[in-house]
């Protein structure tokens, strides 16, 4: 017997950072946004104890030990039922890796929701959060998906409404980028600054509300991007040929160093993927639309 996941990329539709707190942490105002890039999750139960396997784009970069967020759920979700974590995790990847779109924190809210349905462990949706906000900011949005605003560390979720479905294109550079390098160089960069606290864009909420995608594109924005653009400088060709190629905007997802761009219809969305692909600036290209469900056992 085995339990397939499907979990869903993110993309921040604004990402607004904090002062570092006293636990090296930052408050947030993080809006997430589903989109539909998918890794999939299957979990088989092994005689021999726990082990993780991966294939697809990058495969090689993903760590198959106990760092990795698939095995930590597994061990945690045993731990707080009695079992033990025999299980075999195989991922299929295809959200970018160390790319600012959740990735790995897909992978660990994948093997949470495969193993609970594997094991019976009857966990309500409640527990299951709590335990993915042990195990990162971004895992709880992973199981939960579609449009959500996260507080805290940004694994406090407050879900919200999106009218309607926004097309994105996303650009994969030709190296990752390390999230806490990235929050270390926006401490450096703000040092000596005063940091209000981080609150949601009442605009965003509305153009998200509304399905516009021109508002939405006038109000997105990323904390984070002049650290992500400072550690790695050639990201701002790719944000400027993306925007001449057509898109309405284009922004550092999350911690980057993924670049992604709102267009106005799914077709535009195909014009600057083309564009982008053929600019010289990204390794990849991949076209998107969202917001599109969380987990999902297969």
């Known amino acids: 017997m085995s339990v ?5 990329a993110k993309v921040n539709v604004q990402l607004t950072v904090g002062a570092a707190r006293p636990d090296g942490f930052h408050d947030l105002a993080n809006v997430f ?30 760590p198959l030990d106990r760092t990795n967020l698939a095995a930590r759920a597994v061990e945690t979700l045993a731990a707080r039922y009695g079992r033990t974590p025999d299980v075999h995790v195989h991922i299929v990847k295809d959200i970018p890796v160390a790319g600012g779109m959740a990735g790995g924190s897909a992978d660990g809210a994948g093997a949470l929701l495969a193993c609970d349905a594997l094991w019976g462990t009857g966990a309500t949706r409640e ?8 195990l990162g900011s971004d895992v709880p949005f992973s ?4 449009v959500a605003l996260g507080t805290g560390r940004g694994e406090r979720l407050t879900v919200l409404e999106a009218g309607g479905t926004f097309h994105w294109v ?4 030709g190296r990752g980028l390390s999230t806490p390098a990235v929050f270390r160089e926006f401490d450096r960069l703000a040092e000596g600054r005063d940091i209000p606290e981080p609150v949601a864009s009442r605009d965003l909420l509305d153009a998200l509300a509304e399905g516009d995608a021109e508002a939405l594109a006038a109000t997105v924005s990323n904390d984070l991007q002049p ?8 990201l701002a ?10 898109a309405l905007t284009g922004l550092v997802s999350g911690s980057g160093p993924t670049t992604a761009f709102l267009t106005r219809d799914a077709g535009t969305a195909e014009k ?7 600019s010289g600036t990204c390794r990849s290209v991949r076209v998107a639309s969202g917001p599109v469900v969380g987990a999902m056992v297969l």
């Not at 527990?127 to 042990?134: K, N, S, T």
């Not at 199981?143 to 579609?146: A, K, R």
């Not at 060709?237 to 190629?245: E, I, M, N, Q």
């Open 4 to 8: 397939t996941v499907r979990v869903p």
């Open 33 to 62: 946004l589903a989109v539909g890039l998918y890794d999939e999750v299957t979990v088989t139960p092994s005689p021999g104890g726990l082990r993780v396997t991966c294939e697809g784009p990058d495969a090689a970069q993903v």
């Open 127 to 134: 527990e299951l959060l709590e335990i993915c906000a042990e």
């Open 143 to 146: 199981l939960v998906g579609g």
């Open 170 to 173: 996303f650009a994969m550079a």
């Open 227 to 234: 650290a992500a653009l400072s550690l790695f400088p050639e």
């Open 237 to 246: 060709d790719t944000l400027a040929a993306g925007r001449a190629a057509g």
């Open 272 to 278: 600057v993927a083309q564009a982008l692909g053929a």
